[in-house]
């Protein structure tokens, strides 16, 4: 049986905290609801049972409903639970989280453009970034949920 893992956060507060001050700077520029959303839709992309548990809470704090909630795993199949808005950054989210050889597709890229300014979608695009390093090192240290 495998040893505890190093928890990264523990052992570099440092980095930690300069990635929490990006972090702030990101939700600055974007809706907190939304925000929460991408984060919990890459964390389930991820297999990051930590980060769907952390950012399942935040939403329901931020007023998130349940049912949007279970439905962001089928966003695809939900329908008008979904706004246009939405749906784009749950599409710009699937395509950043998933990058391969052809990145983001321009059709994706365009409906984010769409209904977002150009700082909404660096924020965007920052935030599916720092989502994307948060998964892998909590998956990476075996962080798991605590039991509610």
Not at 67 to 73: D, I, K, S, W
Not at 118 to 143: K, P, T
Request: proline letters at 1%; one cysteine or more.
């Amino acid at each position: 049986m495998a040893g505890a893992r190093v928890i990264w956060a523990k052992k570099l507060p440092e980095v930690y905290g300069k990635l929490d001050e990006i972090d702030k700077v990101v939700a600055d520029h974007l809706d907190g609801t939304l925000l929460e959303l991408l984060k919990l839709r890459s964390s389930i992309l991820n297999g990051c049972a930590f980060c769907v548990d952390l950012h399942t809470e935040k939403a329901l704090k931020e007023g998130e409903s349940r049912q949007r909630l279970f439905q962001v795993a089928t966003w695809h199949e939900a329908g008008a639970i979904f706004t246009d808005a939405e749906r784009a950054v749950l599409a710009l989210t699937d395509e950043m989280t998933r990058m391969g050889e052809g990145g983001v597709s321009e059709e994706v890229y365009d409906a984010v453009a769409e209904h977002f300014s150009d700082e909404q979608v660096a924020a965007l695009m920052a935030a599916i970034a720092m989502i994307n390093l948060y998964n892998r090192l909590a998956v990476a240290s075996h962080l798991r949920p605590r039991k509610h």
